[in-house]
């Protein structure tokens, strides 16, 4: 998977977590290939994508940094991950996932994405059956890490 | 959601526990509307879906029922959800969504599957972003239940 697939993702986060949570602090780290198939966290918002790949998006954030990006969307000081927070991961992973749809479309590789789901419970797991690379992108705010998976596979 | 897009996921799922498990005990019990929007269970596979309607389909097992079926595809006994059996649960949610798709394609309704995700994780719990209906399908056999939420909507 190259940058072309990947940088759509990092510019969506960053623009989405701007426009709707007014965080500018967003710093994206470098992305890198994962090996162990499993993402860890306290919230993760999925969404599933057909089309140019089948693949799956994962969003999973730490608590703290949750807390801080609804807290601010809502203009109300959210304390624990309750079904509001869930809400919001599903309509956060719907904007990003969205975006970075519309930005790989400008360049021809057509995407169309399923609804999202929302898992909570502390300390998770989820396993991503594919045999297709697993890109993460780690990113960071001043209140704690949140990091996106990209699994993508060809169509067989 | 009307009976001929249910049928096939029930008819799929017993084919599938059939064959793949030896399975002969599964019973499906009456479909219903979910109020909840959430999932509750020990091991859960998600997929989503596009075309005709986007949506995910879920399929939530109780530790007990899902140890039997992995330990009779294996022909070796399972005594915990580990990785091995979080793969079998993807392969099983593949199967069964693909089976349901292929009837519904038989009476013109085409859907795509992205790949799917496995939850681990003792009392996790899934929302379902969706403002469409949720039906769920509720299956036993000896050793324990399982569910079967298929989320589905419109696109817009």
Do not use: W
């Given at each position: 998977?190259?940058?072309?697939?990947?940088n759509?993702?990092?510019?969506?986060?960053?623009?989405?977590?701007?426009?709707m949570?007014?965080?500018?602090s967003?710093?994206?780290?470098?992305?890198?290939?994962?090996?162990?198939?499993?993402?860890?966290?306290?919230?993760?918002?999925v969404?599933?994508?057909?089309?140019?790949?089948?693949?799956?998006?994962?969003?999973?954030?730490?608590?703290?940094s949750?807390?801080k990006?609804?807290?601010?969307?809502?203009?109300?000081?959210?304390?624990?991950?309750?079904?509001?927070?869930a809400?919001a991961?599903?309509?956060?992973?719907?904007?990003?996932?969205?975006?970075?749809?519309?930005?790989?479309?400008?360049?021809?590789?057509?995407?169309?994405?399923?609804?999202?789901?929302?898992?909570?419970?502390?300390?998770h797991?989820?396993?991503?059956?594919?045999?297709?690379?697993?890109?993460?992108?780690?990113?960071s705010?001043?209140?704690?890490?949140?990091?996106?998976?990209?699994?993508?596979e060809?169509?067989?």
């Amino acid at each position: 998977m190259d940058a072309e697939m990947i940088n759509p993702f990092i510019k969506a986060t960053m623009n989405v977590l701007e426009t709707m949570a007014f965080v500018k602090s967003t710093k994206a780290g470098k992305p890198f290939l994962k090996k162990d198939n499993v993402a860890r966290g306290d919230v993760t918002g999925v969404i599933g994508v057909t089309g140019e790949a089948n693949g799956t998006i994962y969003v999973t954030f730490e608590e703290g940094s949750i807390l801080k990006i609804v807290s601010n969307m809502f203009g109300e000081e959210m304390k624990e991950l309750d079904s509001e927070v869930a809400d919001a991961v599903g309509e956060l992973t719907n904007m990003i996932s969205g975006q970075a749809r519309r930005e790989l479309e400008s360049i021809g590789k057509v995407f169309e994405a399923a609804i999202p789901s929302v898992i909570t419970g502390k300390n998770h797991c989820i396993a991503h059956i594919t045999k297709g690379p697993q890109i993460a992108i780690p990113f960071s705010i001043e209140e704690g890490n949140f990091l996106i998976e990209v699994c993508l596979e060809k169509q067989s």
